[in-house]
T-cell receptor
Framework: AQSVTQLGSHVSVSEGALVLLRCNYSSSVPPYLFWYVQYPNQGLQLLLKYTTGATLVKGINGFEAEFKKSETSFHLTKPSAHMSDAAEYFCAVTGPSGTYKYIFGTGTRLKVLA | GAVVSQHPSRVICKSGTSVKIECRSLDFQATTMFWYRQFPKQSLMLMATSNEGSKATYEQGVEKDKFLINHASLTLSTLTVTSAHPEDSSFYIC???????????FGPGTRLTVT
């Protein structure tokens, strides 16, 4: 069985500060991990993904995440927050288990303070 | 590449009527499509998974007779909400996966309001 935990339903950072959004997973198969961003009344936009290979993954808009198997984590970071980063962020896990159903975390709402 | 569209983006219907939402993969063949429901300020809840030409597989607790899913071709899946009621009001999002199998591409969502 797979599950995802996103610690912190709301995170506030000052503009220019480090963004850290936490994601921990459990999976009985090698995990494929994703981070998505959602703006109000819109669908999901892929920020980055990890499947195999390099554990530090760079994505769009300056975001990156590191897959740490020993910690079962895939935290999302950005060195310097921008006002446009304010949105809802979802971590998701899937794996080679047939239908590749995604299991989503509960989401983290990022607020960027001026 | 890998663009998924949904139509309509917003729909308002009266209680008791049915409404159809279309999900199209515009530039790839979608072997599998997924339908999600999202309540305000909540995560996505998978409703069903469909493969082209096969019956959809519904998640536990989702009424298959209320949420009819048709995946008639490799580029089109439809979700029909039958006899809609106000509690069916929600944001519905579809996704599609192609050759890689594991990666889903998401549509922009459909806001359904039942009055």
């Amino acid at each position: 069985a797979q599950s995802v935990t996103q610690l912190g339903s709301h995170v506030s950072v000052s503009e220019g500060a480090l963004v850290l959004l936490r994601c921990n997973y459990s999976s009985s198969v090698p995990p494929y991990l994703f981070w998505y961003v959602q703006y109000p009344n819109q669908g999901l936009q892929l920020l980055l993904k990890y499947t195999t290979g390099a554990t530090l993954v760079k994505g769009i808009n300056g975001f990156e995440a590191e897959f740490k198997k020993s910690e079962t984590s895939f935290h999302l970071t950005k060195p310097s927050a921008h006002m446009s980063d304010a949105a809802e962020y979802f971590c998701a896990v899937t794996g080679p288990s047939g239908t590749y159903k995604y299991i989503f975390g509960t989401g983290t709402r990022l607020k960027v303070l001026a | 590449g890998a663009v998924v569209s949904q139509h309509p983006s917003r729909v308002i219907c009266k209680s008791g009527t049915s409404v159809k939402i279309e999900c199209r993969s515009l530039d790839f063949q979608a072997t599998t499509m997924f339908w999600y429901r999202q309540f305000p300020k909540q995560s996505l809840m998978l409703m069903a998974t469909s493969n082209e030409g096969s019956k959809a597989t519904y998640e536990q607790g989702v009424e298959k007779d209320k949420f009819l899913i048709n995946h008639a071709s490799l580029t089109l899946s439809t979700l029909t909400v039958t006899s809609a009621h106000p509690e069916d009001s929600s944001f519905y999002i579809c996704s599609a996966s192609g050759q890689t199998g594991y990666e889903q591409y998401f549509g922009p969502g459909t806001r359904l309001t039942v009055t």
